[in-house]
């Protein structure tokens, strides 16, 4: 459908609503990402029994200013080894890529009573986001492979072992995780019927039973949530960053207002990923029932609360997990969750295929089943090639000992 801000042509009223947006969605960025330093610093200070930031404004909530003030006056040294302009490049497309996806999310809009969602700025007639492409999933599926490339970059330009070690295991991971993410994405666009992440939230309208978390059956949440966090080097997979393996991963050699980019881009991205979460599988915007009492609170407050929900989560993770070995994580990425997306997607996709006719009950019977068995003989196959395998190299390791 496109923002109805340009339905009429363009006149510098609409240019000036659109600053003011872009405006809008940056400074809520870089205070989502504010607050998120500070909220994971305390709450995990709580979570392991000590204070957290204290001294630095109220509850400490002037640290994260303090810690940039404190990156602007540091020293900034480059490798005389690193490659000049990619060891510059790197962190300006970690941070563009964070601050682009949040372009395209909806934190606002009036879907009651099959409202189309617009809202009203300055009297003009727009969206409650910066900009709804018509494909707009496909923009953020983008997103999430260029930002990659910012920490592949960056380990690779600073001519050293340990960040190229870091950028080398952060790609692999992205390509083991991006197909499971990208299957349950692609669960949410066959349920919805739109690639725009505004007609995503607009079909999801009329309480919680709309939601894409129960349209799709739960289980695409769960594989986007695991992979969500496999793609933002979030503990337990944080192998990009190992600390006790790699001194510091691909950031190891940058300093200064260049290391704050990098910690930036990577604070924002959690902020982006659960709002983006929030979008596809729990009403974005929407109440959770769809009465006048809910909708006395407005819709950037439903936002908001829901995002705070997965930020506690993902500190949550941080928390008390251990790290993952990284066979381990190629395992539950490749073995697992790829799998596990495909399988259910298969389904989804017979389920909606038998629905096209609405008397067509036998068939749905018959495709669901066909799909199950489908399923089940494909996960067969996959645990008899993953034992042949695992013997295989289990008797390749005896072999190995006995020469020794």
């Known amino acids: 459908m496109g923002d109805p801000l340009f339905i009429d042509g363009v006149d510098w009223g609409d240019v000036a609503v659109m600053i003011i947006k872009v405006g809008l969605g940056f400074v809520f960025g870089l205070l989502a990402t504010v607050f998120m330093v500070w909220f994971e610093r305390k709450l995990i200070g ?36 690193a490659d000049p302009l990619i060891f510059r490049l790197a962190p300006y497309i970690a941070t563009v890529t964070a601050v682009l996806s949040l372009a395209v999310v909806p934190i606002a809009g009036d879907f009651r009573d099959g409202g189309d969602g617009t809202i009203s700025l300055f009297g003009k007639t727009t969206f409650g986001m910066v900009a709804d492409p018509p494909a707009g999933i496909l923009f953020l599926l983008a997103m999430s492979s260029i930002a ?4 592949m970059l960056a380990g690779w ?40 992440t505004h007609g995503i939230v607009a079909e999801q309208a009329g309480g919680i039973r709309n939601w894409g978390v129960l349209s799709t059956g739960l289980l695409p949440f769960v594989i986007f949530l695991i992979a969500a966090t496999a793609e933002l080097n979030r503990p337990p997979f944080d192998l990009v960053e190992a600390e006790q393996e790699l001194v510091g991963g691909f950031h190891t050699e940058y300093a200064s207002i260049r290391f704050a980019l990098f910690f930036l881009a990577e604070f924002m991205n959690v902020v982006t990923m659960s709002a983006i979460m929030v979008t596809l599988f729990f009403g974005g ?18 936002f908001i609360a829901k995002v705070m929900v997965f930020l506690f989560i993902f500190v949550w993770f941080r928390a008390t997990l251990p790290r993952l070995r990284y066979d381990q994580l190629m395992n539950l990425g490749w073995k697992v969750m790829i799998p596990a997306a495909l399988g259910w997607l298969l389904a989804l996709s017979a389920i909606r295929l038998a629905r096209v006719d609405e008397n067509s009950d036998w068939n749905l019977v018959l495709l669901i089943g066909g799909a199950f068995v489908v399923f089940v003989a494909a996960l067969s196959l996959l645990l008899v090639g993953i034992r042949a395998g695992d013997r295989t190299y289990d008797a390749e390791l005896r072999e190995t000992a006995a020469r020794r």
């Open 46 to 81: 709580r979570m392991q029994n000590r204070v957290g930031p204290k001294e630095a404004g109220p509850f400490g909530m002037l640290q994260s200013l303090a810690d940039g003030i404190k990156f602007f006056f540091k020293e900034d040294n480059r490798p005389a080894n």
């Open 157 to 196: 330009s600073s001519g050293s072992k340990y960040p190229l070690l870091g950028s080398v295991r952060a790609s692999a991971q992205a390509i083991s995780y991006e197909a499971a993410l990208g299957m349950a994405v692609v669960a949410v666009v066959l349920v919805s019927g739109t690639l725009s």
């Open 285 to 302: 915007p929407l109440p959770p029932v769809d009465n006048d009492i809910f909708h006395l609170i407005p819709g950037p407050i439903w």
């Open 148 to 151: 990659v490339y910012g920490v």
